[in-house]
């Protein structure tokens, strides 16, 4: 079903942040407006429930937000339909073509207008469903921060889908130890935390080798290339 995931993400997320008590139970409606609150329900971004529910009680509904709101609903559109669409259009273009063969400039223009089609849609959304929720007093945390200017893959992800990293390090990595283990439990709690990344994105096998991928590359850089990748100028970094 549509959202199914993200859906379940704050399930998770309300059941745990009451059991360890860092939120308190909330009335049936509560959690039904939080399980289901429109703007974040189909694409995110994920929003604890010990985030959610102090806004319940504390939540400020105003003209500035509202405006701020209505700002940053446009911007999201702005990103969608300007920007993501045009990639899209360039993309399906070229996307029948790929099977049978396509030049090597063709190929990288198609990675490349791929790349920015999935940022400015994704963040798009992001933006969208952020003033949305400011429309109605609350306040989500972004999703996005400038993603392709990270000077490396770890930082990538500290600053793409930032909802869905938060999600894992609170209710996966730090429960399994995080990084206060033996090297061998980090890389494996890594592992564990990638394989169901790529889990979460799709109940396929292309969908976990990508997270494992990641994962491997992630390790990789913090046992072995970090060091040397941080001595070299920026603009390599971020290449």
Same mark, same amino acid.
């Given at each position: 079903?549509?959202g199914i995931s993200?859906?379940?993400?704050?399930?998770i997320?309300? /059941?745990?942040?009451?059991?360890?008590?860092?939120?308190?139970a909330? *009335?049936l409606l509560?959690?039904?407006?939080y #399980? *289901?609150? @429109?703007p974040?329900?189909? *694409?995110?971004?994920i929003?604890? $429930?010990?985030?959610?529910?102090?806004q319940?009680? !504390?939540?400020?509904a105003d003209?500035?937000a509202? /405006?701020?709101?209505?700002?940053r609903?446009m911007?999201?559109?702005a990103?969608?339909?300007? /920007?993501?669409? *045009? @990639?899209?259009?360039v993309?399906?273009r070229?996307?029948?073509?790929?099977g049978v063969g396509?030049?090597?400039?063709?190929?990288? /223009?198609?990675?490349f207008? &791929?790349?920015?089609?999935i940022y400015?849609? @994704?963040?798009?959304?992001?933006?969208?469903?952020?003033g949305?929720?400011?429309l109605?007093?609350? !306040?989500?945390?972004?999703?996005?921060?400038?993603?392709?200017r990270?000077?490396?893959i770890?930082?990538? $992800?500290?600053?793409? !889908?930032?909802?869905?990293g938060? $999600?894992?390090?609170?209710?996966i &990595?730090?429960?399994?130890?995080?990084?206060?283990?033996?090297v061998?439990?980090?890389?494996l709690?890594l #592992?564990?935390?990638? @394989?169901?990344t790529g889990?979460? !994105?799709?109940?396929? $096998?292309?969908?976990?080798?990508?997270?494992l991928?990641y994962?491997?590359?992630?390790?990789?850089?913090?046992?072995f290339t970090?060091?040397?990748?941080?001595?070299?100028?920026?603009?390599?970094?971020t290449?």
């Amino acid at each position: 079903p549509l959202g199914i995931s993200f859906i379940t993400f704050t399930a998770i997320s309300y /059941l745990v942040d009451v059991f360890r008590g860092d939120a308190e139970a909330g *009335s049936l409606l509560d959690v039904f407006l939080y #399980l *289901s609150f @429109f703007p974040k329900v189909i *694409s995110g971004p994920i929003v604890q $429930w010990k985030d959610f529910q102090k806004q319940t009680v !504390h939540r400020q509904a105003d003209e500035n937000a509202f /405006l701020d709101g209505l700002n940053r609903i446009m911007i999201g559109f702005a990103k969608k339909v300007i /920007l993501a669409d *045009s @990639f899209g259009a360039v993309i399906s273009r070229i996307d029948p073509y790929v099977g049978v063969g396509i030049d090597v400039p063709t190929a990288w /223009l198609f990675a490349f207008f &791929y790349m920015m089609q999935i940022y400015y849609d @994704f963040s798009g959304y992001s933006d969208i469903a952020i003033g949305l929720a400011r429309l109605f007093g609350f !306040h989500f945390k972004e999703n996005f921060q400038f993603p392709y200017r990270s000077k490396s893959i770890t930082e990538f $992800w500290r600053r793409w !889908h930032i909802s869905l990293g938060t $999600w894992f390090r609170s209710y996966i &990595y730090i429960p399994l130890g995080g990084n206060r283990v033996t090297v061998p439990r980090h890389l494996l709690n890594l #592992l564990i935390v990638w @394989f169901l990344t790529g889990l979460w !994105h799709g109940a396929s $096998w292309n969908f976990v080798a990508w997270g494992l991928f990641y994962g491997v590359i992630l390790i990789t850089e913090k046992y072995f290339t970090g060091k040397i990748l941080a001595k070299l100028p920026g603009a390599v970094q971020t290449i």
